[in-house]
């Protein structure tokens, strides 16, 4: 029987609440269809017609901007929701990440977190660790096709325990909060 703790309890019930954020964006989305219309209707020769087009088009690309901190926010969710089932999994972990790589460190954790997944049949964990990939992978596509070179492939980093995994994900995601 999988018994939860009462942070993991809380932390569901939040995950069920809709997020602030998740509003702001279809504001801002709404915002930029309205404007599309006004402008429409003061240019109806073809420059407005381009306008109106770019305007929609934009409204529906995805944001690039880089927001750690949600990342470290479902990486504490999941510390939490682990606290209360034992996962025995070692997986491949980068404890002395430099700088330079910390783009290839970040794709590794990445890559193992998926064993964390696999590992559990917990859904929340599961969501929650799918989120995290998604804002992670979305967050590293902002820097573009960096090529890091001498850092270390994830076979060649040292196999730890999940809540050792957790902590220096936790710290190369603070590098990365506290370069952006």
């Known amino acids: 029987m999988l018994v939860m703790s009462q942070d993991a309890k809380k932390l569901m019930l939040a995950d069920s609440q809709p997020t602030r954020s998740h509003k702001t964006e279809l504001r801002r989305t709404s915002i930029q269809c309205y404007l599309c219309l006004l402008l429409n209707s003061h240019f109806l020769a073809e420059a407005g017609i381009h306008v109106f087009i770019f305007s929609c088009v ?22 939490i929701l682990i606290q209360s089932i034992h996962i025995d999994a070692t ?15 970040m794709k590794c954790f990445l890559l ?12 929340h964990i599961r969501e ?30 040292e196999e730890k325990n999940v809540k050792e ?16």
């Open 128 to 157: 929650t660790v799918e989120n995290l990939i998604v804002l992670a992978n979305s967050n590293l596509s902002s820097n573009g096709t960096i090529t890091e070179s001498g850092c270390k492939e994830c076979e060649e980093l």
């Open 112 to 123: 193992e977190l998926c064993v964390i997944s696999e590992e559990t049949n917990n859904m």
């Open 91 to 105: 997986l491949y972990t980068e404890s002395d990440v430099r700088p330079s790589c910390k783009v290839t460190a």
């Open 165 to 180: 995994f957790l902590r220096s994900f936790t710290h190369i995601v603070q590098m990365f909060i506290n370069t952006s």
């Open 58 to 79: 934009s409204a529906g690309l995805p944001k690039t901007e880089a927001n750690w901190q949600h990342v470290a926010s479902d990486l504490r969710k999941i510390e």
